[in-house]
């Protein structure tokens, strides 16, 4: 316990550093956090146009796909807070730099994660907190114990899953170095699918966004159950209460991915 605690301490000083070094150029700061909003917003005006144009996509109006949106979104937003930075593993791969962290004595992935924080990040928590909010004002939601724990669990959920696509993507570019659009098109991909109903995906977009990486699990199937909405054909209602099951599943994939591209690493010289 003496030893973790030493190495929590150590983790908050490191990026404790980094939050107050970029804080300290405070134009810079807020223009970068206000670019990052301004992304968000105009990723959720693209939901508006779309659910103004028609009365309702896949059996979700406007105001209950904020929730979805809100939802997913900010689970995102937390997890890229915390583990977009694995984003850089190809250039450290490439320039050695992640030699160096196996001559520390804490985990390379812990390193990984800490090796950068971008706090204009927070901006694009804000957008999702703030759908978020209004879905959640916007709809006649019973609230009770049930509903509290569901969306409580929907967003921790959501924030697993994502972390551990990170993390998947991390581990897959020990053998692609150069692939990381690839990744990234499974990564962002999931986060963009995430806002839509997954009753409207083709039965390929569902396999792969349902089943191997469960970002519907994230929002989607959550509020599902929390509006009785519509959900895919053939399944339960109370399938968003299984998201930490798929949020398990997510863990498991990312921790293989992990663990094979660390072992399959032989250093920058080969």
């Not at 992640?98 to 204009?120: I, K």
């Not at 959900?231 to 293989?256: E, F, K, N, Q, S």
């Amino acid at each position: 316990m003496a030893d973790i605690r030493r190495s929590l301490r150590a983790y908050r000083a490191v990026l404790g550093s980094r939050g107050r070094s970029q804080a300290s150029h405070r134009v810079s700061f807020r223009m970068d956090l206000a670019g990052a909003v301004l992304v968000g917003m105009i990723e959720f005006t693209e939901i508006w146009v779309l659910y103004t144009a028609t009365d309702q996509i896949g059996g979700f109006t406007l105001a209950q796909i904020m929730l979805v949106f809100g939802l997913s979104d900010l689970a995102f937003s937390l997890a890229d807070l915390v583990a977009g930075h694995c984003d850089n593993l190809p250039q450290y791969v490439r320039a050695g730099t992640l030699d160096v962290f196996f001559l520390r004595p804490q985990p390379v992935l812990a390193q990984l994660v800490t090796s950068d924080l971008s706090l204009r990040r927070i901006g694009r928590c804000l957008v999702g907190a703030t759908a978020l909010g209004a879905g959640l004002v916007l709809n006649d939601l019973d609230w009770s114990a049930g509903t509290l724990g569901l969306l409580v669990l929907a967003l921790v959920c959501g924030f697993v899953i994502f972390t551990a696509q990170f993390v998947t993507a991390a581990g897959l570019q020990f053998f692609l170095i150069n692939g990381s659009e690839m990744t990234n098109a499974f990564v962002y991909g999931g986060r963009y699918a995430a806002t839509q109903p997954a009753n409207v995906w083709p039965r390929g977009l569902l396999v792969v966004f349902g089943a191997v990486f469960p970002v519907a699990f994230a929002a989607y199937l959550p509020v599902s159950t929390l509006l009785g909405a519509p959900g895919p054909a053939g399944l339960p209602a109370w399938l968003g209460w299984c998201a930490p099951i798929a949020a398990l599943w997510a863990v498991a994939c990312a921790g293989l991915c992990w663990r094979w591209g660390l072992r399959h690493y032989r250093g920058a010289g080969g």
